[in-house]
Structures are given as structure tokens and as C-alpha cells.
């Protein structure tokens, strides 16, 4: 027993101590008077030094009062006569000085705060910004943000924000950036006298709040006494000045409207996170939530990654006998064209960046040299101007002129993650080549273009603020201290990714065409990087966005494995899956990894994936509604039989319609239908990109290639700048009958009194459409529908397809009107829109279409399809007189009847129904 004593005792004596810092909340009473606050402060210094504090915190505004205007004729510059008289106080007590000072500069007034050594050195200055203008007049001028609000001292990383700066989200996002390891923080918290001590709470509460945000303790210093002059004055300066652990944990509070000096010993979380490697997506130590370097090769080497570890290496050791790729390189589907003019476009800077981080992980995992010079190879080619002259593809070069853009934030990503991975192989000259070599392909092109270009995408919310900003955090990350701009990098991205999170809608949606979801890698890295960066392992909020997004995109995936494929894209794109499995890997959702079983088999970012590895997650079949309505941006409906693939025989997808969404085509209502895992009622996608000023006349990007009706050929009204958008009218869901929803597509057309779309899915595989459509006057109407091979005519409207032994039996019908017209044709690009913008002939692929034509100023036209597999016998449908219908299939008889007020389908013990207009 003693000698389990003496080992337990030696252990803890072998374990690092937790740092601490001793800190003086100095809750001063602030007059009116510069001389008499001097005096107080002097008198906390003193009682601070005998109590043996290492530093001393005060109040907001100290000298003059908050919101007292005579501190526009009364502060000085910083440095100046104020802060000279502090710096003596500090260096006569021995202790670092914070304490919120007026700052004048030439006309402006800044409400500031300073640290000050204690052998008296100004050591950092941050001006607020937000400052309440309407509480004094002039109002103070307002700070630029927290990018330089850090300084590393003896006791570590130390921050500084001013009072309302906390409320501030961008503020404390830009500061939590820099990984302070303290943050100090002076308040003016007032109220009126009755909401006291109340109020306190509320101080508390931030106090707590920004804590949490930025990872590190806080301490908030607030006043006593009362505001002096302006709206406020005669409220009360409360004091309960708090200060919190990095949990948000109340450490201490003081006195309620007191004066009070008293000394906290504050526990540092330190920065071993920011000094060890590697530390991102893996941690050289273990820490709760994350993956270890050990447990990683655990996993890979002899466990149950084994397999794709060592495809893998096969690719590493192949690649090693290879020459660096360059912008010339024929790689993956590039095409010939590309390579030849050696644009750096997304396929050769993609797939080299690949190579880089394949090697780079080899060589951490196997601690062999051999793989990190393979990754050196690649690298050193990237960063030489003479191999890769421009980071940046061409067509992007011409149209902005930027120093970086999407591929700047590739490489710079994808190579600091691989600093950070080769760390502990490479020599010191090696290190310093890959920083400066970043520094100036990177670092110092994207600085200068923020600051002398104000690039549009610095702030945009779409994927070029994710890949470039996003990139950028993420090499700061990876660099660390071994960059004085890698904190900046981290600062500027982070408050901008949280803000582009803003983008998803409330149940996940995105708000770009679902096939551009795959973008979504570049915040899912972002922000699991940073759970590694700061040391925390418990899924932060920013995941949980993402994983409502992941839900989102399980909905829009159909077997065998595409994603509805509404917008640009094409029509095979394969399911969203990589930001999947960094959800998974970080809350452990049991849905996501089954989706991930069913249709992750091939990742489109294996290193990612391995590392994201979900194999320790047992999979659970979704227990969640086979129907949703999804009405956020572009607004997606999803129905479908089953969500087990192996009894799947139908999804049907439908889209609102919204022509502000990014990368979205003019089709407002249309549908998609897939059957036994084959295409049937098809989106065309976008493969080619034209000229964006010519892509109207491309059948893929106006009305021609979209499953809708449209009027004499008139363009739809689809302009990213309107705000009128397509509504969802109506939905109905239930898992035994079926799906049912109705959308509102009259704002999206010209010259078109109503015009509303309303589908049924019956269960299990029959879909129901009724286009309902009122015009001022009669004109040509057209009805199309765009199937997966060309439709075999029959009587009454009837038609069908077969596609690999799926049989899709369609109708359509003018409601009332014989004199409707079906035809069938094929698309075909006409000269001279029949290149892509970089002057490639585009292929003709020649994507059948059928039509129904009339011309009229009001109609119904009903459009009928039942899926048949491979078992069932074929059939057709029949007319059963006026408006209604019926087909044989192996469930039974399906009838469907349109009403004056109702669109019904029935079939055995299934009824769905939906009400149509007047």
C-alpha cells in the first residue's frame, strides 16, 4: 500500500503544475477628475503589491468617466502624460498594469485601454469598438477590431476588449482567434439604481460568455459610483466586477456598489496547443473528444483502417517515383486543353494538394524520412515561381486581378496542414523554407489584396470566403508562433466563417444548388481544426450547424449514390459526404455513419476521410420521416419509399425555386425522379461552364432545360437580384400513404396571372403532377419533361421508358383540351454558343425531351408517372373517363381523379390527396 502511495505521490509530482496568474480586481469609484482617480489607482497598486499581484486590472474610461465629454479637451495621445504617469505607478509597485484610459488622436476621442509592464513598457493598446455613440456627443471614434488586441508576456498570451466590445460577436471571435490565455477586460456596466443588484447577473453572464467564446479565463474589472454627464448620467456604476475560468466558471465577484481591491489566483489553460506537433485533425498528446497520433496508428497500422491505410501507402510509395505535379500535369479528368495551357485550375491544384498531404501523413504516422522528402518534392515545386508561377487559374486572373484567390487558399491550407504534420521530421532550414516560401505565395499576397483591393469575397458568404479566408485560418493554425501573422490569420477568419454559417437555414439547407453542398468541407476542416487548435474535444456549436446540414443532405441523396441534382452540376453528381464525416468523427451521430456506410465508399478527400474515420460509430438505419420539406433558400422537398437501399424503389425531389441562390437555374417546381437506383425524370445540370454573360443562351442555364411549364419562350423573371422567389404552398406527409406538396411558382414569370404546381407521391411508386395556369390572355403554352432515354409515344397522351430494366409509364393531358400537341426532341448547342469559356467545342449530348403544347389562357394539365422494376409486368394508363385514370401495378390498382378542388390518388389501402386552386 505504501509503495502505491509513494508512486501516486511521485506521479503527481512528476505532472505539470498549473500555471496561475495573481490578479488585482481594482474596483475603483472613477470621478469626474484625472488627479483624483491618479490618486486612487495608486492606492489599489499599493494594496495589489502587498497582497503579492502580478498584475493589476481596472475600470473602463479610468481618468475622466465614461461618457464625459470634457475628455475631448483633457486625454492625451497614447503614449503620453497619462500613460508616463502610469508607467511610473507600475514600475514603483512591480506590477503589470491594465486600466481603460481616453485617448485622444489628432480631432478623435478613443475609449481605450493599455497593459503596461511592470518595469513600465506600454506593451499593447486596443480602442473600442463598440462604443454606444448616442451616450456622449461627440461621440468617442470607433476601434478597427481585435486583430492586434494580443501581446505574449511572461504569463502567456494576454487579450484586452473593452466593456460592449464583448457584445460584439465579430469583436470576440477575433480575439478568441489569437488564443489569448487570459483575456482582461475594463467595464462601465450602469444601470439605474433600482436594478441593482440585479444587475450584476447580467455581468456575470458575459463575462462568463466571453469566456467560453475565446477559450480562456476572463476578467472583468466595472466601477462604482455614478455616470458623470450624458444620457445616462445619474445611472449606477455597480462594481460586482467577475472574473471567470475558461470554462465560464465563476472564480470570484466583489463587493455590490463598493469599492474593493482583491486579488484572484486565475489557472492559465497555457499554450501547449499551440507549441506541440502536430495538433491539428491529430494531437500529439491525448485529449478527451480528439485523436491521438498513437491511437491514429493504432487504428491504421494494425487495426481496422488497416486497408485503406495501405492503399494509401501504395499511392505514396507510387507517387514518390513520379515528378512533382505542375500546372501542366495531365491528372485525374482534367482535360487536355487545361493542361496544355497549364491553367491551374481545381482538378491539378486539387490532386496535388492531395499528393502533398497523402506523403505528409505517411511520413507523421510511419516516422519514415523518406515520405516527408517525397512531401518536400511537392512542395518545393509548389512553391517555386518557376513551376508554378501563379496560384491562382486563369479565367479567375483576368476577370479580378487579385494577388490571391481560390487557389492561394488551397495550397495555403493544404500546405500548412502538412507543416504541421512533417513538424518533428523536418530540419530548421527545412521549416523556414516552407514559412517564407508561404509567407510569400500565400501570407503577404492575401494580406496586401485584403488591404489595398478590398476583395468581395473577404466578406461574401459563399465558398470563395471558405476556401480563401477559410485556408488562410487554417495555415495560421498550422503555423502557429512560427509566423508573427499567423494569429492575424486566424483572427480575420474566424469571425467570417462563424458569419458564413449564417448561410444554412434553420433545418440545414444550403443556400448555394445542393450539388455546390460540397464546399461545406471547407468549414466542416475550419472549424474541427480549431476544436485541435484550441484542445478541445466536445463539438462546438459551429458542428452542430453543420450536422443539422448533413441531415439535410442525407434527404438529398438517392441510391445508389447521386445527390438531387438540382442546378449546376450534373446528374450523377455523386452524395455529399466529406463534411459528413468530420461531424461524425466530432458528436458521434449514429444516422450520419450509416449514411456514410451506404454511400461513402469513395471519398472525394481521402486523407480527410481517414483521419475523419467514423469506424469506432455504430451505424443506425434513420428512424427519421421518409418525406420533408426543406422551404429555406432554394426550398426542397424529398420523398421517398424506403431508407434502406435494399428496399428502395422510388425518390422523388422537388425544388421551390429562388433566383437569388447562387449557382441555381431558372426551374421553379420542377421534379426529379429516380427508380430502383436509375435516373428516370432527369435535371440537366451544367456540366459545360460558358461565359457567364452568354450562359442564357445555353439550354442548361434558361427555362429550355428545366422540367416546368413556360409560356411563347419568354425567359422566366430569374434575376439573383430580385427577391421574389417561388412559394411552398402546401405539404402532407405521412409514411404509409405518402407525400403531397403544392408550390406557388407566379413570381417568377412574366406576364402570368397565377400558375401553381401541386405533386403527389403515392407510395410506394406512382407521382401525380397538376400544373394549374391562368394568363391575361391566351398564348403558346409549354409543358416539358426531361427523361433518361427518349419516350416511346402511345395513345391518349400515354408514353414510357426503360432504363437498365426500369420501366417509368408517364401521361400527360390538357385537362379539356384534344387539341394539345406531344412531341419528343433532343437538345443540341447551335453556334456560336457550343464552347466552353475557355473556347473547348462543348460535346452534344443530346438529352432527349417531351413536350406538351397548347395554346391557351387558362389550364390543368396533368402529368402521371408510375415506376415498374425489373419483376413487374409492364403496363400503361388507362383513361376511366372524364379526368381520371388508372394503371395496373403490383400493389394493385392505382386510380387518380382530378376534381374541381382536388388532385387524388388511391391505390389499396393508400389515399393521398392534395386541393388544387379555384
Known amino acids: 500500500m505504501r509503495l502505491w502511495i509513494f508512486a501516486a505521490l511521485l506521479l503527481a509530482s512528476l505532472a505539470p503544475a498549473q500555471r496561475t496568474v495573481r490578479v488585482a480586481l481594482c474596483q475603483i469609484e472613477v470621478a469626474a477628475d484625472p488627479e483624483t482617480n491618479l490618486e486612487r489607482i495608486?492606492?489599489?497598486?499599493?494594496?495589489?503589491?502587498?497582497?503579492?499581484?502580478?498584475?493589476?486590472?481596472?475600470?473602463?474610461?479610468?481618468?475622466?468617466?465614461?461618457?464625459n465629454p470634457a475628455a475631448h479637451a483633457g486625454a492625451t495621445p497614447i503614449p503620453g502624460r497619462f500613460t508616463d504617469r502610469l508607467s511610473a505607478l507600475a514600475k514603483q509597485h512591480g506590477l503589470m498594469v491594465c486600466c481603460g484610459l481616453a485617448e485622444k488622436d489628432g480631432e478623435q476621442l478613443h475609449?481605450?485601454?493599455?497593459?503596461?509592464?511592470?518595469?513600465?513598457?506600454?506593451?499593447?493598446?486596443?480602442r473600442k469598438c463598440n462604443v454606444l455613440e448616442e451616450l456622449m456627443q461627440p461621440p468617442y471614434a470607433k476601434g478597427t477590431g481585435a486583430l492586434d488586441a494580443t501581446v505574449d508576456t511572461r504569463f502567456g498570451r494576454l487579450g484586452l476588449l473593452i466593456c460592449a466590445d464583448t457584445f460584439d460577436d465579430r469583436v470576440v471571435a477575433e480575439l478568441a482567434a489569437q488564443a489569448p490565455d487570459l483575456v482582461l477586460v475594463p467595464y462601465g456596466w450602469a444601470a439605474p439604481a433600482d436594478a441593482w443588484p440585479h444587475h450584476g447577473d447580467?455581468?456575470?453572464?458575459?463575462?462568463?460568455?466571453?469566456?467560453?467564446?475565446?477559450?480562456?479565463?476572463?476578467?472583468?474589472?466595472d466601477s462604482v459610483g455614478s455616470i458623470h454627464a450624458g444620457p445616462w448620467q445619474g445611472q449606477v456604476l455597480g462594481g460586482q466586477s467577475p472574473a471567470c475560468d475558461a470554462r465560464g466558471e465563476l472564480l470570484a465577484r466583489l463587493a455590490d456598489r463598493t469599492a474593493e481591491t482583491r486579488v484572484v489566483e486565475v489557472p492559465l489553460p497555457g499554450r501547449a496547443a499551440r507549441e506541440q506537433r502536430p495538433h491539428l485533425l491529430l494531437t500529439r498528446d491525448e485529449v478527451p473528444g480528439l485523436t491521438s497520433l498513437a491511437a491514429f496508428r493504432e487504428r491504421v497500422l494494425d487495426g481496422p483502417l488497416r486497408a485503406p491505410w495501405q492503399d494509401l501507402l501504395a499511392e505514396v510509395e507510387r507517387e514518390a517515383t513520379l515528378p512533382p505535379y505542375t500546372p501542366f500535369s495531365q491528372v485525374g479528368t482534367r482535360s487536355e486543353a487545361d493542361a496544355a495551357r497549364g491553367d491551374r485550375d481545381w482538378i491539378v491544384v486539387h490532386s496535388t494538394g492531395r499528393r502533398i498531404l497523402r506523403a505528409a501523413l505517411a511520413a507523421l504516422v510511419t516516422d519514415e524520412r523518406r515520405h516527408a522528402e517525397a512531401a518536400l518534392h511537392q512542395i518545393d515545386a509548389v512553391l517555386s515561381r518557376e513551376t508554378w508561377h501563379e496560384w491562382q487559374t486563369e479565367a479567375h486572373l483576368q476577370a479580378y486581378d487579385f494577388e490571391a484567390d481560390l487557389r492561394t487558399g488551397m495550397f495555403a491550407a493544404d500546405l500548412g496542414l502538412a507543416y504541421d504534420w512533417l513538424h518533428p521530421l523536418l530540419t530548421g532550414d527545412e521549416r523556414r523554407r516552407i514559412v517564407d516560401g508561404l509567407d510569400a505565395r500565400a501570407i503577404q499576397p492575401y494580406l496586401r489584396t485584403v488591404r489595398n483591393q478590398s476583395p468581395w469575397w473577404f466578406d461574401a458568404r459563399n465558398n470563395w470566403l471558405t476556401v480563401i479566408v477559410g485556408g488562410l485560418g487554417v495555415c495560421g493554425m498550422a503555423l502557429g508562433d512560427d509566423h508573427p501573422d499567423a494569429a492575424r490569420l486566424v483572427a480575420m477568419a474566424l469571425p467570417r466563417m462563424r458569419d458564413y454559417l449564417s448561410i444554412y437555414g434553420p433545418d440545414g439547407e444550403f443556400n448555394e444548388s445542393p450539388p455546390y453542398a460540397n464546399s461545406s468541407i471547407k468549414p466542416a476542416l475550419f472549424f474541427d481544426a480549431l476544436r485541435y487548435h484550441r484542445g478541445d474535444g466536445s463539438p462546438s456549436p459551429e458542428i452542430a450547424t453543420l450536422q443539422r446540414h448533413c441531415h439535410w443532405l442525407m434527404y438529398l441523396t438517392t441510391p445508389p449514390g447521386r445527390t438531387a441534382g438540382f442546378g449546376d452540376g450534373h446528374p450523377d453528381y455523386p452524395p455529399v459526404t466529406g463534411p459528413m464525416r468530420a461531424v461524425v468523427a466530432a458528436t458521434g451521430d449514429a444516422t450520419l455513419a450509416w449514411h456514410l456506410r451506404q454511400y461513402g465508399a469513395e471519398p472525394k478527400f481521402p486523407v480527410l476521410d481517414l483521419l475523419w474515420t467514423t469506424d469506432r460509430v455504430t451505424p443506425q438505419l434513420p428512424a427519421t420521416p421518409l418525406a420533408r420539406a426543406f422551404p429555406a433558400h432554394s426550398g426542397i422537398v424529398s420523398s421517398r419509399d424506403a431508407w434502406d437501399p435494399t428496399h428502395h424503389t422510388c425518390t422523388v425531389f422537388g425544388i421551390v425555386g429562388n433566383p437569388s441562390i447562387n449557382h441555381s437555374h431558372p426551374d421553379p417546381g420542377a421534379l426529379i425522379v429516380d427508380g430502383f437506383g436509375q435516373r428516370l425524370v432527369t435535371d440537366l445540370g451544367s456540366v459545360p461552364y460558358p461565359e457567364w454573360s452568354q450562359r442564357p443562351h445555353y439550354y442548361h442555364f434558361n427555362q429550355d432545360g428545366q422540367n416546368i411549364v413556360t409560356f411563347a419562350s419568354r425567359p422566366l423573371a430569374w434575376d439573383k437580384r430580385s427577391k421574389a422567389r417561388a412559394r411552398l404552398l402546401d405539404t402532407e406527409f405521412d409514411d404509409r400513404h405518402g407525400a403531397a406538396w403544392s408550390v406557388e411558382t407566379t413570381p417568377l414569370y412574366r406576364d402570368v396571372t397565377s400558375l401553381r404546381r401541386s405533386v403527389v407521391h403515392l407510395l410506394p411508386r406512382i407521382i401525380a403532377v397538376c400544373d394549374e395556369i391562368e394568363l391575361p390572355e391566351a398564348d403558346s403554352i409549354r409543358l416539358r419533361w426531361h427523361l433518361c432515354d427518349a419516350p416511346v409515344l402511345e395513345d391518349g397522351g400515354s408514353f414510357h421508358i426503360e432504363v437498365d430494366g426500369v420501366r417509368l409509364a408517364g401521361l400527360v393531358s390538357a385537362l379539356g383540351d384534344p387539341a394539345a400537341s406531344i412531341t419528343t426532341g433532343r437538345h443540341r448547342y447551335a453556334p456560336p454558343y457550343d464552347h466552353s469559356r475557355t473556347g473547348v467545342p462543348l460535346p452534344q449530348l443530346r438529352e432527349p425531351y417531351l413536350d406538351l403544347t397548347l395554346d391557351a389562357a387558362r389550364a390543368r394539365l396533368i402529368t402521371l408517372f408510375a415506376i415498374q422494376g425489373p419483376d413487374d409486368e409492364p403496363a400503361i394508363w388507362q383513361s376511366g373517363g372524364a379526368d381520371s385514370w388508372s394503371i395496373a401495378t403490383a400493389q394493385g390498382e392505382v386510380t387518380v381523379t382530378v376534381t374541381s378542388s382536388a388532385l387524388h390518388v388511391s391505390g389499396g389501402s393508400r389515399v393521398r390527396s392534395i386541393a388544387l386552386g379555384d
Do not use: M, Y
Not at 492606492?43 to 498584475?55: P, R, S
Not at 485601454?113 to 513600465?120: E, K
Open 202 to 221: 447580467s455581468l456575470q453572464a458575459w463575462v462568463a460568455h466571453t469566456a467560453r467564446r475565446c477559450a480562456a479565463p476572463v476578467v472583468g474589472v
Open 42 to 67: 495608486a492606492a489599489a497598486l499599493q494594496q495589489a503589491h502587498t497582497e503579492h499581484a502580478d498584475l493589476a486590472c481596472f475600470p473602463e474610461a479610468c481618468l475622466f468617466g465614461w461618457t
Open 111 to 126: 475609449n481605450s485601454v493599455v497593459l503596461i509592464d511592470s518595469d513600465g513598457a506600454l506593451l499593447l493598446k486596443h
